[in-house]
């Protein structure tokens, strides 16, 4: 017997009502029950069910298969049918289309290839499922029969070319998210590298500045002393200027421009300056942001032998203590206020770990047992190619 119109109207009904929560369900399947539901495969084959059963039961005024089972086992056998339908499109065609989608083996596959073969599993699966429960609508129509087959081949095909323009729509959404990515990495390595460029050439024209005029002093007393003074201060500068776009320098480059600075100021101090080095051997490939030790040496001489005027003695040690690179600075100059205002030199060491170590390095000022600047670098960095070279 067909439907009345109030059946059919109350069939309308339902069809938009199901199809909403089946529109809102698919718009929300990544979170849907994800507080309810903790297993995530279990809660994947809800939602599809749901979906799936939800999408079925508005497109039945479409079908002609649907009306024929009504007419032949009754409303109830008819919605019981097509929860089945939806139960067997879950099981076995989502679970097959997804294992293909999201399974490893298939990653060697290009991504028309691997779309090309969850829309044919999709297709094949889909007219497998059909053939398996079509007895429930329709045991004798082969008309009925062969409408469900082409319906299933028609329904998976829609479903797959959906599937597969969203897939390429996300990777196009993911290409651009990258390329944006990539963009603001480069533009923060060039504002890093600029930043830093900036702080070489505000420390280097001061430190300049006074050398010059020691060079100046000494060429009419001290032509010898000049002369190597001036070639310290090239080989210092050399070391500034050429340093390819590389923030980072060895313990061992840096060490030895520290080094090359005290010798620049012993000789302007001449004997009211000494200095002792010590450097373990298993540090000295490790990196650190140049010119961070300069600055350093320069604050003790300038608030030890410049502020009281005699005899400073400054000690470098760097070695490995528990995994971490630590460089002590000491001298015997005045103690550390107990309010420390780090001048522009000690700043400059600030700012450079905080681009380059950022949240991996410490710096503190004692004056017991002695006085002395401790900096602590967590984030270990060697430079390979020299560790190589230094073993052949």
Known sequence: MNPTII??????????????????LLANFKNTFRNIIGNEWVRRNVLVWLITFSLVVATTPMSGEYFYAVRKYGWVTAILGQMIVATFNTLIVFNLAWLVAAHPFF????????????????IVSCVGVSLMVKNVFNTDNKEYAGFSILSSIYMATAIGLVYILMSYLDLERKRKFDEKELELSRLRELKTKAELDALHSKVNPHFLYNALNSIADLSITDGKKARRMTVALADLFRYSINYSNNNFSTVREEVEMAEVYLQIEKIRFEDQ???????ED???????????????MENAVKHGLKATGRLTEISLDIRMEQNVLVIHISDNGPLFPDELKPGYGVKSVYDKLDLLFPDNYEIHFSNQPRKEVSVYIKKLMKNEPGIQSHTD
């Open 273 to 279: 300056l000494t200095y002792t080095i010590q450097v």
């Open 282 to 296: 298993e540090v000295t490939h490790y990196l650190l942001p140049r010119f961070v030790l300069q600055p350093l």
């Open 7 to 24: 059946e059919y109207a109350i069939l309308i009904g339902f069809c938009i009502l199901f199809g909403l929560l089946g529109l809102y």
């Open 107 to 122: 990653d060697r596959f290009s991504f028309a290839k691997r779309k090309v073969l969850v829309l044919l599993t999709l």
